[in-house]
């Protein structure tokens, strides 16, 4: 269900208090050598359309936001491992300056949770007392935290605690913990001790098990919702977050020394980067709105400036991806960042011949900008990335519809940016329909018409913290298995069919299939070679290489679950997961992230609606 929102006026933190909290942590750092490890978990099963490429090419910007918050608080020993790079990566095994870390952190996305769990369960491998304080964090945890702890005597694995907000909510934790530990002791020991003595009862954000038995966790306590960064310019800056990744391996242990300046570029040559947060709209299948505590968060100009240059000038990089809800979301705000990125000027050199970027938008707002696109363009914009959906506005009205997809399309490739369209399948989308624009592929043509350079077609999933998530699984949509397969966590990702109630699911499967290889093939790839009429260059025959290659690897992970779908018994399910682990807040009330009660599920109003992951 939806994160419940704090009270009115309540939902952000003060201005300053990122970077006073920040300070003081330096105050206490000198007296406090942390050795820390954060792994980023990845499901290399996933590696497919749209993700392909930039699923290893681009380093997540969540595991570096918290290195970069380690090394600015004075925590400079510290390695990021990305397990798109080091697939191998055993936790019980990790040295870093000759030393167990006593800092393990682990991110992850709901689809790569069964490769976090892992790794949380590798490093209890290590002996007690000598074994790191093991905190979760992602997007998983913000959602389902309590899937991340294990009330299983036999297989003990869950993580110490883990965090359900950002960098200010792990800051927070690890001043308390400093604050307590004392000369010699472990930090986990510290934590065992602060939570004991009910230190971290006051920072909302965190989740943790009561008592110490080593990881089973009978009760969680849940702290309630974060406080939100207004201004994040407070944010430490990403470039020292860089310097300290893992270089890719296929080794267990980590190396002496973390991945070379000089070779960040060729492995990770897209930078992502935090420019705003929030959505004007409240799509039922979108979790956004309601994290955000409907507020709308940003940089400034100048600062984004500044971070796309110290990247340039210190690892070389130049493409850069906003990791945006809707960047076009408030027009005088997006002209201020833009008009700045358009004049930005570091040692004589305009940045807007140095970088690039690329970002997530709207049609509609697309539109209401659209006498400002030449001047995006100039500030360095070459794509952007719209939420489609379904043009017709049948499955969400977003203020979209087939003119205006077009008029949008059209006025984006006259200024030079690359449309990307992202559409979501569903169940009464037929794959093709005559003489309406209703069909995917029909859709699709009309799309590729208006000037698409790439494409995105998931089908409907189920997605933690939307309106409908509950009613996916109530209304008997949400497959269990499959012809004797389970459908697992990274099987929600979009490319598989696990939400369905269509009388031939297997349709849905290879309509996505279907969709993609008319959108990318070599007869597209070579009319894109030839005619280029814009700005936009080469770019849509690359995007039709990039897509066949992407098309190759979801046949190959597809289609044989689409043959279960046509040919295997299914098994759904009735009710969404549920934790047999209570939780409640620190006072004994209801906690913000407990799931909803069965019964109360059970007798939710069922939908016909699916939630996007």
């Known amino acids: ?131 790191p304080l093991i905190i979760a964090g992602g997007s998983h945890a913000v959602y389902e935290p309590n899937l991340l702890f294990n009330a299983d005597p036999a297989t003990p694995g869950g993580a110490d605690i883990v965090v359900t907000g950002e960098e200010y909510v792990f800051l927070s934790l690890l001043e308390v913990l400093l604050n307590t530990r004392a000369p010699g002791e472990s930090l986990r020991s510290a934590f065992f001790r602060a939570k004991a003595a009910g230190a971290l009862d006051d920072i909302p954000g965190l989740v943790y098990p009561r008592g110490d038995n080593d990881g089973i966790a009978e009760e969680l306590v849940d702290t309630g919702i974060q406080q939100l960064l207004g201004n994040l310019d407070e944010i430490p800056h990403p470039v020292l977050g860089y ?29 992502s980067l935090i420019l705003t947060f929030g959505c004007k709209f409240a799509c039922p299948y979108c979790p956004i709105p309601a994290y955000n505590q409907r507020q ?109 997809t077009i008029e949008a399309f059209q006025l984006m490739r006259n200024a030079g940016i690359c449309p990307m369209p992202m559409m979501m399948h569903h169940d009464t989308q037929p794959l093709y329909s005559r003489g309406k624009n209703y069909g995917l592929l029909n859709q699709i043509k009309v799309l590729r018409k208006a000037g698409a350079v790439s494409l995105q077609v998931l089908m409907m999933t189920p997605s933690p913290g939307t309106k409908l998530y509950e009613g996916t699984f109530t209304s008997g949509l949400v497959l269990e298995s499959v012809g004797g397969r389970r459908a697992e966590p990274y099987m929600y990702d979009g490319n598989y069919v696990v939400a369905s109630k269509h009388p031939r699911p297997w349709k849905k499967q290879f309509n996505l299939l279907t969709a993609y290889l ?41 289609f044989g679950w689409g043959l279960r779908l046509m040919f295997g018994k299914i098994e759904r399910l009735s009710a969404p997961p549920q934790s047999s682990i209570p939780m409640q807040s620190p006072a004994g009330t209801c906690a913000s992230h407990a799931p909803a009660p069965l019964e109360l599920t059970i007798s939710a109003r069922p939908t016909a609606a699916i939630a996007v992951h």
């Open 296 to 404: 709308h968060r940003l940089k400034s100009g100048e600062r984004i400036a500044d971070e796309m240059w110290q990247l340039y000038k210190n690892y070389g990089l130049r493409y850069f991806f906003g990791a945006d809800d809707n960047f076009f979301n408030s027009k005088p705000r997006t002209l201020e960042i833009v008009e700045t990125l358009a004049r930005a000027e570091f040692e004589g050199v305009q940045l807007h011949r140095k970088a690039r970027w690329y970002t997530e938008v709207t049609v509609h707002d697309t539109i209401q900008m659209k006498e400002h696109l030449p001047l995006i363009r100039k500030a360095g914009c070459r794509a952007l990335w719209l939420g489609v959906e379904d043009m017709t506005a049948t499955l969400v009205n977003k203020g979209q519809s087939v003119p205006k």
């Open 243 to 271: 310097k300290l990744l893992e270089a890719p391996s296929r080794s267990a242990t980590l190396a002496s020394q973390a991945l070379a300046s000089d070779r960040v570029r060729k492995h990770s040559p897209i930078s």
């Open 518 to 558: 008319y959108f990318y093939n070599p007869v597209w790839a070579v009319v894109n070679l030839v005619k280029r009429k814009d700005g936009t260059g080469i770019k849509p025959a690359g995007m039709q290489l990039v897509g066949m290659c992407g098309l190759a690897h979801s046949i190959r992970r597809t």
């Open 1 to 131: 269900m939806e994160l419940p929102r704090r009270n009115r006026g309540d939902e952000l933190l003060r201005p300053g208090a990122l970077i006073d909290l920040r300070r003081r942590i330096r105050n206490l750092s000198p007296a406090h050598d942390l050795v820390s490890v954060i792994a980023c978990a990845f499901d290399h099963r996933t590696r497919m359309l749209p993700f392909i490429y930039a699923d290893t090419r681009m380093a997540p910007a969540g595991v570096r936001a918290i290195g970069s918050a380690l090394v600015d608080i004075g925590f400079d020993k510290t390695r990021i491992v990305l397990q798109q790079w080091n697939k191998h990566f055993d936790p019980s095994q990790m040295r870093l300056d000759g030393r167990i870390p006593d800092l393990f952190l682990v991110s992850t996305m709901g689809m790569h949770s069964g490769r976090a769990m892992q790794m949380i369960r590798d490093a209890r491998r290590i002996p007690p007392e000598k074994r």
